[in-house]
């Protein structure tokens, strides 16, 4: 797959965050999968998929761009989102509406899931939370700056919001009813948290294969197959 529009330095740092971006989706939610305790584990995968995602959503931007103007949006113009996570997300879905209306099925298929998901915006929400300012949550409080959301509070958002789906919440009742049961337990964390994991990786697959079906311009084919999580496996 070509690199268009960008010359050899460039093509070897989109290389570079292509595979910062894709190691760090993967192990945060492989922290998600296989942690035991999210008290412990909590801070990890936030750090993780913060700085992930945003990497995700900037590079998406940025292709956006490339294939629109023909050059890579200056370093000024993508500071300029800060860690603003919720409006990326936001400009991010608007695009690929478009872009993906003459797309296969397939295609539109994996965009709709991302649409109709409830448990996105809140992890979306949690994660640019989290990179704006709830990775200093204790540090402000203790300087007498409290912050009015808490890195749990948000956490425990994605968590209400994956509990509505039925099988989880027959499951969480379960629990609930066999309160001194370990076992149960965590069969319900466990599924709480593939569901939380499952949300990411649709988000990150669904912007790869738009990425290889050219919804994100020549350069964007490069990206989605390098960056989809089927490249971890070829590190």
Not at 69 to 95: F, Y
Not at 112 to 131: F, Q
């Given at each position: ?139 402000d409080q203790l300087g007498d700056n409290p912050q009015p959301v808490s890195p749990d509070d948000a956490w425990q958002k994605i968590e209400n919001a994956a509990i509505t789906d039925p099988a989880i919440a027959s499951l969480y009742q379960r629990s609930i009813d066999h309160i001194g049961d370990n076992e149960v337990w965590n ?49």
């Amino acid at each position: 797959m070509p690199i268009v529009d960008l010359d050899r330095q460039q093509g070897f740092a989109l290389i570079s965050e292509m595979t910062s971006t894709r190691n760090l989706l993967a192990y945060g939610i492989r922290v998600i999968r296989t942690g035991a305790f999210i008290e412990t584990t909590r801070d990890p995968i936030l750090t993780m998929l913060s700085i992930g995602v945003e990497k995700l959503y900037k590079l998406t931007l940025g292709l956006i761009a490339l294939e629109r103007d023909h050059q890579w949006p200056s370093a000024k113009e993508t500071k300029a989102w800060g860690h603003r996570l919720v409006p990326m997300h936001e400009a991010i879905m608007e695009e690929l509406r478009t872009r993906t209306s003459d797309k296969s099925q397939y295609v539109r298929g994996l965009f709709a899931e991302v649409d109709a998901d409830h448990v996105v915006l809140p992890i979306v929400e949690a994660l640019d939370l989290y990179g704006r300012m709830g990775r200093f949550y204790y540090l402000d409080q203790l300087g007498d700056n409290p912050q009015p959301v808490s890195p749990d509070d948000a956490w425990q958002k994605i968590e209400n919001a994956a509990i509505t789906d039925p099988a989880i919440a027959s499951l969480y009742q379960r629990s609930i009813d066999h309160i001194g049961d370990n076992e149960v337990w965590n069969v319900f964390n466990g599924t709480l948290n593939e569901r939380i994991a499952t949300a990411v990786e649709r988000v990150w697959v669904m912007i790869a294969v738009c990425g290889r079906n050219h919804a994100l311009g020549e350069t964007g084919g490069a990206f989605g197959f390098d960056v989809h999580p089927d490249a971890v496996g070829r590190q």
